[in-house]
């Protein structure tokens, strides 16, 4: 029994220490002019799924939830929009090429075809961002026909 109080103090002392590292804010004070929404045409009914869905892992501006002000969730939500950023970042649309442009829209496409995107860890916690079939049919048109107009 003595084993685990020392554990469990131990693990209670870690937990307590990593709050004090520091967190990773993915939170711009101003949308660039270079962002999707602010270059292209775009409805409102798609600009709010897009900000719903996939602005918080895909912008240089996330929603953060409550639990991002503990470690070690914060960490984990940092590694998770650095990732989605490096993938796609619709805060610098512009500053691809035409070609980048029309496989990220292809990839955008098929992912929600696939169900793949927005991930089902998210959607666990964010309901909202769950594409209803309206809109998940909605969406993918739009980005098709947005990638053959390019």
Known sequence: ???????????????VG??????QINQS?????ADFLVVN??????KNNLQT???DCHSNNSRYPWYNKIQPAAMFLANHVKDGKKEL?????????????????????NQIRDDEMPLNSYTIIHRDAKFTKAEKQEMIEWMAQKRDSL
Do not use: G
């Not at 004070?29 to 002019?33: I, L, M, Y």
């Not at 045409?41 to 798609?46: F, G, L, Q």
């Open 1 to 15: 029994m003595k084993i685990f109080k020392i554990i469990a103090v131990v693990l209670l002392i870690a937990f």
């Open 18 to 23: 990593i709050q004090f590292l520091p967190k």
């Open 29 to 33: 004070q101003t949308t660039s002019k």
């Open 41 to 46: 045409k775009v409805p409102a009914n798609i």
């Open 53 to 55: 869905s996939c602005y």
């Open 89 to 109: 970042n619709f805060s610098e649309w512009d500053s691809l090429s035409v070609r980048q442009k029309k496989s990220k829209l292809k990839a955008i496409v």
